[in-house]
């Protein structure tokens, strides 16, 4: 079946610093990309959709310049939290999709526990 | 709007049965997705509907009404490793997901 990889499992970062997470599809082409925020007891909140060669789309009340995302191939997306503070501090998904597979079951990476202290 | 409502949190007992209602509006709608979260873990897929029914597999079902906007997800003969989040989430024109905020299920011996 698809795999999607994510990594960092699990990061922790002083505030101010910069963290970079990873997402890769390992064996699809993910034309599409869903990068999700989860804070505790809380469901998954959409962050932005990106596309393999352009700019992506955030959701409202996302900053793009605070939560920059590269999907510069097909496989590998990334998300940078830059000047991390301690309320960035979530449980980060990452999602894929491939051309054509518009009803099909999201494939999600295991998750990135950032903690910003 | 667009807007999806689940259960908070649902108790029951290892070896019964559960339903979790979702109920939804989009604009649009292509489909329906059940995904099982446990805690600190990505959502694994359960089950798809785009047709009105019952689609069954193994001990987990999962029923979409189209005119209602309703849909369940059955779990039978709970274990207590079922005891986890489940996430309801349809697809509007945009096959854009929007996603209930989930119902935790807590399964007690």
């Known amino acids: 079946g698809a795999v999607v990889s994510q990594h960092p499992s699990w990061v922790i970062c002083k505030s101010g610093t910069s963290v970079k997470i990873e997402c890769r599809s390992l064996?699809?082409?993910?034309?599409?990309m869903f990068w999700y925020r989860q804070f505790p007891k809380q469901s998954l909140m959409l962050m932005a959709t990106s596309n393999e060669g352009s700019k992506a789309t955030y959701e409202q009340g996302v900053e793009k310049d605070k939560f920059l995302i590269n999907h510069a191939s097909l496989t590998l997306s990334t998300l940078t939290v830059t000047s991390a503070h301690p309320e960035d501090s979530s449980f980060y998904i990452c999602?894929?999709?491939?051309?054509?597979?518009?009803?099909?079951?999201?494939?999600f990476g295991n998750g990135t526990r950032l903690t910003v202290t | 709007g667009q807007n999806i409502d689940q259960p908070t949190e649902m108790t029951a007992t290892e070896g019964a049965i559960v339903q979790i209602n979702c109920t939804y509006q989009t604009s649009g709608f292509n489909g329906l997705f059940w995904y099982q979260q446990h805690a600190g873990e990505a959502p694994t897929f359960l089950s798809y509907?785009?047709l009105d029914g019952l689609e069954e597999k193994g001990r987990f079902s999962s029923f979409l009404s189209r005119s209602k906007g309703y849909s369940y997800l059955l779990l039978k003969e709970l274990q207590m490793k079922d005891s986890a989040s489940y996430l309801c989430?349809?697809?509007?024109?945009?096959?854009?997901?929007?996603w209930g905020a989930g119902t935790k299920l807590i399964i007690k011996p």
């Open positions: 989430a349809a697809a509007d024109s945009n096959y854009q997901l929007i």
């Open positions: 064996d699809f082409q993910a034309t599409t």
């Open positions: 509907n785009v």
């Open positions: 999602s894929a999709r491939a051309l054509g597979q518009e009803v099909s079951p999201l494939h």
